[in-house]
């Protein structure tokens, strides 16, 4: 999953961010209304967390604008302001939810993934393929009955593999949601993560399947 973060507290900002990429998730950190609308209108996110007191413009109309070109992207509202109008209307302008600060880091990521959650429709925390089960809220995945150790790349790759199995899923998606702006991503990056990942789910785990040309597949063995 990949997060932008709208945040000009840059303190703020670098916290959420170190916390989030720790649990494997890809976090970008954008600090003004108007790169937030041009990025989210080109790069995919599975979730926005959007600031209200922003240099330039307000969050609310970064929200607005947002919706009004149908960008989808659920998005939380993360601010200060607690009070009841701007909680109600910040959900009636298109927020998908509300958090004021101060807030405890682990209630944020919970409240994402309970977003992410609902805009793909699969209200299971748990994603299974065969003997393989990942459990997004604790962020585990077992093989059988065994934790299988994975690095954070890795917990990535295989989650956005196991949201869609049975799919073709292409590289460049993949690689989209897989590293922010500021990695420096070497060509194989990729290969070397799915590779890792096909060692470490062999031999009872599901094939990750390279598709010449096109992506990789995750299926049952
Ligand atoms: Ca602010």
Avoid: C, W
């Avoid at 240099?55 to 659920?74: A, C, M, N, S, Y």
């Avoid at 209307?89 to 309970?114: C, I, M, N, V, W």
Wanted: aromatic share 6%; glycine share 8%.
């Amino acid at each position: 999953m990949r997060f932008m973060v709208v945040e000009d507290d840059a303190r703020l900002a670098r916290g959420i961010e170190g916390s989030l990429s720790a649990r494997g998730f890809t976090v970008d950190i954008i600090s003004t209304g108007e790169e937030a609308i041009e990025i989210a209108t080109t790069e995919p996110y599975s979730a926005m967390v959007l600031d209200l007191g922003l240099p330039d413009l307000d969050g609310f109309e970064v929200l607005q604008i947002l919706r009004r070109r149908g960008i989808k992207t659920p998005i939380l509202i993360l601010t200060a302001r607690d009070s009841l109008e701007d909680r109600i209307s910040g959900l009636d302008k298109g927020a998908d939810d509300y958090l004021t600060k101060p807030f405890h880091p682990q209630e944020l990521e919970s409240r994402l993934r309970a977003l992410v959650r609902r805009s793909q429709g699969s209200p299971d925390p748990v994603l299974k393929i065969g003997k393989l089960s990942f459990d997004r809220s604790s962020r585990t995945v077992y093989l059988e009955e065994a934790a299988v150790d994975l690095r954070r790349r890795e917990l990535a790759v295989l989650e956005i593999l196991m949201g869609r199995p049975g799919k073709v899923i292409a590289k460049e998606r993949l690689s989209a949601e897989v590293f922010n702006f500021n990695d420096a991503v070497a060509p194989n990056a990729l290969e070397v993560y799915v590779g890792r990942l096909r060692r470490k789910l062999m031999p009872h785990g599901p094939v990750i399947r390279t598709i010449r040309g096109l992506g990789y597949m995750i299926e049952a063995a």
